[in-house]
Structures are given as structure tokens and as C-alpha cells.
């Protein structure tokens, strides 16, 4: 058993899947013509990171509601954790290409992190091993 999709409401399909994949070097798994459940034409757009079960199903905000919640999905909290394998090369290629981090990397047991925003306004973690710290000194 695994999650197999989680949903990010954004407010452009095309916009969002610019940050997730050449940002954040996600893949684009499908984008695909669908429509609403009343009929209206919608895409189906997923990413997910290189060899990950999950994917984000990125959701065009529909109506004043959804838009009220675009990068509130989480209510100011980092809500999304992307863990990876190199933290001081993931960082900087994201730096390089734009994205906002709102703090600086920080050491905790668990691993380095830094929080950053995405193309929405959520805030993430980013995450190294908690082997980077016994590598870096």
C-alpha cells in the first residue's frame, strides 16, 4: 500500500509544472486533457521526484474557494518534505534556478534542512541525510 498521488492546488498548470520540473528537477509523469466533474475541461498533470512511488497532482485552483487556498494549503506550515541525496548540491542548483528559501540551512539530528516556498506560496522542507553532517566536517 502507498499514497498514490497527493493534490497541490496551483494557479497555472503550465507555471507550476515549470517550477516542479526544471526547478526542483521533478518528472512530468502526465499531462493529460480531462474535465470536471461537471463537464468543464481540466488537465490531469502529475510529477513526482526521479524513482518515487508519489506523485503531486497539480490542480489548477477552480473558483474563489480554491483560489482562497493556493500556497495557504497548509496554513503557513511546511507541509511537503523533499528528502534528498546531496542537500548542499540540490540547494544550490534550486538557488540557481530561482527558488525562494525563507531560511537558512540549519544541522538538526535528523538531517540538514532548509525551508523553502514553491511556485504556489507552500513552504517545504528540504532535507539532507543526517550522514551529510559527519561528511562535512
Known amino acids: 500500500m502507498h499514497l498514490e498521488h497527493m493534490t497541490l ?12 520540473v526544471d526547478a526542483l528537477g521533478f518528472e512530468l509523469v ?3 486533457p480531462s474535465t470536471t466533474n ?3 475541461p481540466k488537465r490531469w498533470v502529475v510529477v513526482r521526484p526521479p524513482g518515487a512511488a ?4 497539480l490542480a489548477r485552483a477552480d473558483g474563489d474557494r480554491q483560489q482562497s487556498v493556493v500556497g495557504a494549503q497548509y496554513a ?7 528528502r534528498v541525496d ?3 548540491a540540490a540547494r544550490q542548483r534550486m538557488l540557481d534556478r530561482g527558488v525562494e ?3 537558512e540551512p540549519r544541522d538538526e539530528p535528523y538531517g540538514r534542512f532548509a525551508v523553502f516556498v514553491d511556485v504556489a506560496g507552500n513552504r517545504w522542507d528540504l532535507l539532507g541525510h543526517a550522514g ?3 561528511r562535512r566536517r
Open 9 to 20: 492546488i496551483v494557479h497555472d498548470y503550465d507555471e507550476a509544472i515549470r517550477f516542479f
Open 30 to 32: 502526465e499531462d493529460s
Open 38 to 40: 461537471d463537464g468543464r
Open 54 to 57: 508519489t506523485g503531486l497532482l
Open 76 to 82: 503557513g506550515r511546511v507541509g511537503l518534505f523533499l
Open 86 to 88: 546531496d542537500f548542499e
Open 101 to 103: 528559501f525563507v531560511t
Open 132 to 134: 551529510d553532517l559527519a
